[in-house]
């Protein structure tokens, strides 16, 4: 049976930062996990970081960033101990509504090349604004355990 040490080191918080990604732009971190669940703050289509530089989008691309988008997610679920397979919500967000069709195609690809064993996770894709060449969002709440 877990000692009370042990059960209040499963409900504390931590910031999950993948070394690779951007550092955010303002007091947030890139994921948080408590006990069994981790947030994945919105991910954008930025390349791995390079020490000293701005970050750079992936490309102009829908395509690019989205693709882009899912490897920073991804990365987020993965330092802090998750899958796709433990995702159980997903949210996208688009700058453009004429791009929603293109985005399906591409997540509806990418999922189906990530062999989930678990039923897909829920998604909601809404409209926003972004800031300037950024066309996608997508954050993700995974539940482990």
């Known amino acids: 049976m877990p000692d009370s040490h042990e059960k ?3 409900l504390t918080k931590y ?3 993948p070394p690779a ?3 955010p732009p303002a007091a947030f971190s890139h994921g948080v996990r408590k006990g069994g669940i981790l947030q994945v703050a919105g991910q954008v289509g930025f390349l791995p970081a390079a020490e000293g530089q701005a970050p750079t989008l992936a490309g102009p691309s829908l395509r690019e960033q989205t693709l882009q988008t899912f490897a920073n997610v991804k990365a987020v679920l993965e330092a802090g101990g998750a899958g796709w ?3 159980v919500m997903l949210r996208v967000h ?3 509504t004429a791009h929603f069709a293109e985005m399906n195609k591409i997540y509806d690809t990418y999922f189906g090349k990530q062999g989930l064993k678990e039923e897909p996770a829920a998604r ?3 409209y926003v604004g972004l800031p ?3 066309l ?5 709440l995974a539940v482990l355990g």
């Open 8 to 10: 209040l080191e499963k």
């Open 21 to 23: 990604l951007a550092a």
């Open 132 to 134: 300037e060449g950024i």
């Open 15 to 17: 910031a999950i930062t």
């Open 94 to 96: 688009l700058t453009d």
């Open 136 to 140: 996608i969002e997508i954050d993700a």
């Open 85 to 87: 397979d433990d995702v």
């Open 124 to 126: 909601t894709t809404v």
